[in-house]
């Protein structure tokens, strides 16, 4: 029994001795390394957030000035060569703006009386808002002109961006010189520790997409009676400036 046992033993040692063996054969050595690039380009795209915001104590007609502004806007965004489908509602809301006026009437709530505030309306406020898509980013300015010229008093923000197929296009290029820097990296490592030969195992991509925002932020100069603008001169210069595509590249060699 006590030789039987002692075989047993040394075949399971046995067997251990060769798996370790077998696993020490079959572990990988690992070089990851990554690499990014960016390319830069002008927006080809802009979208301007603009609208109208009217106050009437008269609630039809109220609506009725904001209806009135609103479609001399678009008349006159469509007079740029903009098509309507360019031209979305963001916001559509009303509410009623109260004040409160002290009053003289006694309480009689405590013992030396008090007085309270009374609500009263004093009017309607509408707003509607639109949001302007421009594949011709140079309009921008003339766009916000010609707007505030035909009723716009609130001017919320202009945003800048590359098209679907340009960041496609830009993405490949950036995506390119990510995959070379990463490679030369893997190919000085190697060089340097004397690796001879290296083998892809796994290649994974991301990417960092385009965004500007240039908020213009507050109402329109010129719908206050004030300056800031010359809208008599040469449009309104708003410029998008560069927007950035950067691609990142991640492999995993093994040697």
């Known amino acids: 029994m006590k030789k039987i046992l002692s075989v047993i033993v040394v075949a399971f040692l046995v ?35 603009i609208g109208v915001k009217t106050n009437n104590i008269d609630y039809k007609l109220c ?37 409160y006026i002290k009053t003289e009437e006694y309480t009689g709530i405590y013992h ?23 594949t011709d980013v140079s309009l921008v300015g003339r766009l916000i002109d010609i707007t505030v010229e035909n009723g716009v008093n609130e001017l919320n923000s202009v945003q800048f961006s590359l ?3 340009k960041q496609h296009e830009l993405y490949l290029q950036a995506l390119e010189g990510a995959s070379k820097r990463a490679q030369d990296k893997a190919g000085v490592l190697a060089k340097s520790f004397g690796i001879t ?33 010359d809208f008599e001169g040469s449009n309104t210069n708003i410029t998008s400036g560069e927007i950035q595509v950067t691609a990142t590249v991640n492999i995993v060699y093994t040697y």
Not at 23 to 30: D, H, K, L, P
């Open 15 to 49: 067997a251990n001795i060769f798996s370790v063996a077998v696993s020490a054969e079959n572990e990988e050595n690992v070089l990851s390394v990554s690499g990014d690039y960016t390319v830069v380009a002008v927006a080809d795209e802009a979208f301007v957030s």
């Open 63 to 99: 609506q009725e000035e904001n209806k009135i502004k609103m479609n001399s806007i678009i008349n006159a965004i469509k007079a740029l060569g903009i098509d309507e489908r360019y031209i979305k509602t963001t916001q559509y809301n009303s509410v009623p703006i109260y004040e």
């Open 112 to 134: 030396e009386g008090t007085y309270y505030n009374k609500r009263i309306l004093k009017e309607y406020q509408i707003t509607h808002m639109i949001r302007v898509m421009l």
């Open 163 to 165: 098209s679907k197929p």
């Open 197 to 229: 030969s290296i083998k892809i195992k796994n290649i994974s991509a991301g990417s960092i997409m385009p965004y500007d925002n240039y908020t213009y932020n507050a109402v329109a100069p010129k719908a206050l009676g004030g300056g800031g603008m």
